[in-house]
């Protein structure tokens, strides 16, 4: 019961980001909205061994960039 809870949230969370994305950075820009998606489901299973704050922050840092770039290049 766990595991269906779990990738019911993790669907839920997959469809709302998109559709965040999409609408936030407009239509033209949903493949990179998946793009982002599944970097986020993919760096989340794997334990690089770095510090958790660290990484938090410099993640936070690569998105900004992306998002940044996304909209001067869209």
Known sequence: ????????????????????????????????????LCLLLSLRAVDFGYNVKESIVGLDLVFTILLIVLQIVG
């Open 1 to 36: 019961m766990v595991l269906f809870l779990r990738s019911v949230l993790m669907l839920l969370f997959s469809v709302l980001f998109i559709f965040g994305s999409t609408n936030v950075f407009e239509q033209k820009q949903s493949s990179s909205a998946v793009v982002l």
